[in-house]
């Protein structure tokens, strides 16, 4: 089975804050995603990284940063908290080319900040 | 960023009713994919589509590849309760296959009254 783990689903931090979100994948993919997921919003792609050391901005990446050293590990960074950082943050990882790309996704983590 | 236009955007159903929900874009996908989120969980693949016109079942699921490529829908038939959630389309595409980057829809809201 395909197995995305993020490290926390429930996090509340201070603002100001470092926060870590990690997340790994079994599943040998070369593709990791970070979105989050707010109300009325749907789904918005911050980072996404298609291979070890390889990152692109997404659609709102003002405000965080990412890493990845190991193919499957991609953890997503907020340097300093804010409180309209306080979201749902979804990690999903995916098979590189050809048609048919699907997403797997973890089953994400609820942060607030305060 | 670039985001699918999804709907309805909220259905409220009796139980045993058949559901439809859509998605459009101007833009020409080359996979469309469907997904259903349940409250507090990462978004779960449903069904993929792969080929224009590609008209493809999951139990009582149905999705079709539109045949402009520019669209897709998902059928539920039979509503249950446990149908509840919401569901997202997502589509790749043309020329994205490399990152596999998606776009997606802004969701459905799915309530069933038993």
């Known amino acids: 089975d395909v197995k995305v783990t993020q490290s926390s689903r429930y996090l509340v931090k201070r603002t100001g804050e470092k926060v870590f979100l990690e997340c790994v994948q079994d599943?040998?993919?070369?593709?990791m995603f970070w979105y989050r997921q707010d109300p009325g919003l749907g789904l918005r792609l911050i980072y996404f990284?298609?291979?070890?050391?390889?990152?692109e901005k997404g659609d709102i990446p003002e405000g965080y940063s990412v890493s990845r050293e190991k193919k499957e590990r991609f953890s997503l960074i907020l340097e300093s908290a804010s409180t309209n950082q306080t979201s749902m943050y979804l990690c999903?990882?995916?098979?590189?080319?050809?048609?048919?790309?699907?997403?797997?996704f973890g089953e994400g983590s609820w942060l607030t900040v305060v | 960023g670039q985001q699918l236009n999804q709907s309805p955007q909220s259905m409220f159903i009796q139980e045993g009713e058949d559901v439809s929900m859509n998605c459009t874009s101007s833009?020409?996908?080359?996979?469309w994919l469907w997904y259903k989120q349940d409250p507090g969980e990462g978004p779960v693949l449903l069904i993929a589509?792969?080929?224009?016109?590609e008209l493809t079942s999951n139990g009582r699921l149905t999705a079709q590849f539109g045949i402009t490529r520019k669209d897709s829908f998902l059928n539920i038939s039979a509503s249950i309760p446990s149908d509840v959630g919401i569901y997202f389309c997502?589509?790749?595409?043309?020329?994205?296959?490399?990152?596999?980057?998606?776009?997606f829809g802004q969701g459905t809201t799915l309530q069933v009254k038993p």
């Open positions: 999903a990882s995916s098979h590189s080319g050809g048609l048919g790309n699907t997403i797997y």
């Open positions: 599943m040998d993919h070369e593709n």
């Open positions: 990284s298609y291979d070890v050391k390889m990152k």
């Open positions: 833009s020409i996908f080359n996979t």
């Open positions: 589509l792969y080929k224009a016109g």
């Open positions: 997502a589509g790749q595409l043309r020329g994205s296959s490399n990152t596999g980057k998606l776009i």
